[in-house]
């Protein structure tokens, strides 16, 4: 056998040490067609978001609108798929019924993303009450469990387990352990949860060291590459033999500490590049779009606004089909009287009657998208 081959056994046999997962974890069941996970175009080099924490204040009051937001952002940014990391409503001494309708408030606003959302349940969904853990399964899905995109593998961790306060119990320590084994095999392998492990303040941490413990070496021991929870009302982070362990708790939800703490309302777009992790972290209500009308000829501009301190790409819906398949398209960027071209492109289109337009969009910076009726090309 010669060495690429032997290379290449190799390569497949550590691709196939990764099974299917015991208890498979779906998008939430959203009430739009795009809430099924696609298969990875690429499957090294991919983008997800993750976020949580959007509860209201008290019983009966409103869900404050970050949340939608935010959900409303993602659906320009267009990462795979989003982790929501818990405390999707407020719960705790909520009527059944009225957990019910928050519940149907938070998956209305979800579906607007138009992407798949995997959500990790918090203390505000089940408050150690079974019939809350009970509605959540009904209308949620599980309280645990794993899925694969790409070559990296998900891990959903449920840290309110009735009984037990903010922490893992045997049965699902040892379904973890054994996931874990089936996929170490995996590019990378993310965990989420709500409660973190390493919390910026220790009294929101796990309620037991010991039980933290364990969960934190069988992380190290099968080589997890970070773990995402929620939580704490702000952004915080912090690597552990090796693990970056990140508390993203900023969808809306009262802040407990100042905005010099980390405490601003945020989510986090994370870029998977073969076996290294980027984050960037934006703030809602920094991203804007204005889609102008449909002209006679079928061309049409939008303006795409970002005064985040972060480059990222985003994609335009125009209401149009009128140029399918004899489309150009231009984006530029202009700024004091300077103006470059960006990359764009057309991308399959996630609505009828629409045609989608995918830029490049700096930090800091406005673009204006176009697109036209294409030129014919000159005869020789």
């Not at 934006?282 to 606004?305: E, I, K």
Request: proline share 8%; glycine share 10%.
């Amino acid at each position: 056998m010669n060495l690429r081959l032997s290379l290449a056994v190799l390569l497949l046999a550590a691709g196939s040490a990764r099974a299917e997962s015991t208890r498979p974890l779906a998008p939430l069941p959203l009430p739009a067609p795009a809430a099924a996970l696609a298969p990875a175009p690429d499957p090294d080099h991919f983008m997800f978001s993750v976020g949580g924490d959007n509860r209201a204040a008290g019983r009966g009051v409103p869900m404050p609108p970050t949340a939608g937001q935010i959900f409303s952002e993602l659906q320009l940014i267009r990462p795979a798929f989003s982790l929501w990391t818990g405390d999707s409503i407020y719960g705790s001494d909520d009527t059944v019924g009225e957990a019910r309708a928050e519940y149907a408030t938070f998956l209305a606003l979800a579906a607007t993303a138009g992407i798949p959302v995997f959500n990790a349940p918090g203390n505000h969904e089940i408050y150690q009450r079974r019939d809350l853990e009970e509605l959540y399964q009904r209308t949620m899905g599980r309280l645990y469990g794993s899925f694969d995109y790409g070559h990296s593998h998900f891990i959903a961790i449920d840290t309110e387990e009735v009984g037990p306060k903010a922490g893992v119990g045997p049965a699902q320590m040892a379904w973890i352990r054994q996931d874990l084994e089936a996929n170490r095999g995996a590019a990378n392998i993310f965990v989420f949860s709500h409660h973190p492990l390493f919390p910026k303040g220790a009294r929101d941490g796990f309620d037991h060291p010991a039980n933290r413990d364990e969960l934190h070496r069988l992380f190290v021991q099968y080589g997890v590459r970070a773990v995402f929870s929620g939580h704490e009302h702000l952004y915080y982070r912090s690597k552990h033999d090796g693990i970056d362990y990140i508390v993203t708790g900023g969808g809306g939800a009262p802040s407990e500490e100042g905005p010099e703490e980390g405490g601003a309302q945020h989510y986090a777009l994370v870029y998977v590049n073969g076996g290294q992790i980027s984050v960037a972290v934006l703030a809602p209500w920094r991203l804007f779009s204005w889609v102008g009308p449909v002209q006679p000829d079928g061309s049409c501009s939008a303006l795409l606004a970002n005064y985040n301190a972060a480059d990222f790409n985003a994609t335009v819906d125009f209401p149009t089909t009128a140029l399918a398949g004899r489309a150009a398209v231009r984006s530029v960027f202009t700024y004091k009287g300077v103006s470059r071209a960006l990359a764009a492109e057309i991308v399959p289109s996630r609505s009828a009657g629409t045609i989608s337009v995918r830029t490049a969009l700096p930090k800091a910076g406005a673009v204006t998208v176009s697109i036209f009726p294409e030129r014919p090309r000159s005869g020789n």
